[in-house]
């Protein structure tokens, strides 16, 4: 007999990030808007591209949060007691890939805070990875169940549509069954938000293929 599925469980922070001892379940922190620790990678391909080029996820339509909006190349929680090493299981969940942890580079925390028409109150901090990835585009595949296709761009557009340079920006979209078509993407597509988060992420995504040591969300 197959055991029971036990409802994932978080650990609930402070405004500091600091573990208050105590945990809830996943639907209950998002019920009450609990403090809790979320992880985030941005993805840099060059392999196969004439110049370095940045992998978006397009939400799944049925996500409780900005269904069908473009998001971070990888995001998710982390469980009750994991750590970073834990938490890059996520990667291969979400596009089909996993990094090491010494892969990827530290970019900064950022705070976020959404209350969504579906009652989801959502309070992270979110800890901002970059993985520039050895792998070609399509290496990499969306799990219908959380992404509905992957939209690579170059980093040039994807720092001109964020900044509001341009509206549009030609993309190759990755579906499920891993066809790669030729599409576009829109400013509008992507999730809004008020720290100028997807535009700042452009920039340090920009400095860093620029080579410079230090760049930070």
Request: aromatic share 8%; net charge negative.
């Amino acid at each position: 007999m197959s055991r029971p599925h036990r409802p994932e469980r978080f650990d609930i922070i402070d405004t500091s990030g600091n573990r208050t001892g105590r945990t809830r379940r996943r639907d209950l922190v998002h019920r009450y808007g609990d403090w809790h620790r979320a992880f985030h990678c941005w993805i840099v391909v060059t392999a196969g591209e004439s110049t370095p080029a940045v992998i978006l996820q397009r939400r799944a339509d049925d996500k409780d949060t900005w269904p069908g909006a473009l998001d971070v190349s990888v995001g998710g929680h982390y469980r009750a007691g994991e750590t970073l090493r834990d938490v890059v299981r996520e990667m291969s969940e979400e596009v089909g890939q996993g990094a090491p942890v010494e892969a990827l580079d530290f970019l900064g925390h950022r705070m976020y805070a959404c209350d969504a028409e579906s009652g989801t109150r959502d309070r992270e901090i979110q800890d901002v990875y970059i993985w520039r990835t050895p792998l070609p585009f399509d290496a990499f595949r969306p799990n219908p169940e959380e992404v509905a296709a992957l939209e690579l761009l170059t980093a040039l557009d994807f720092l001109a549509l964020t900044t509001g340079q341009i509206t549009t920006a030609p993309s190759r979209r990755c579906l499920p069954r891993g066809e790669i078509i030729q599409a576009q993407v829109r400013h509008s597509d992507l999730i809004p938000s008020l720290d100028g988060y997807f535009a700042r992420a452009a920039v340090a995504i920009d400095l860093t293929i620029r080579g410079y040591p230090h760049p930070i969300i």
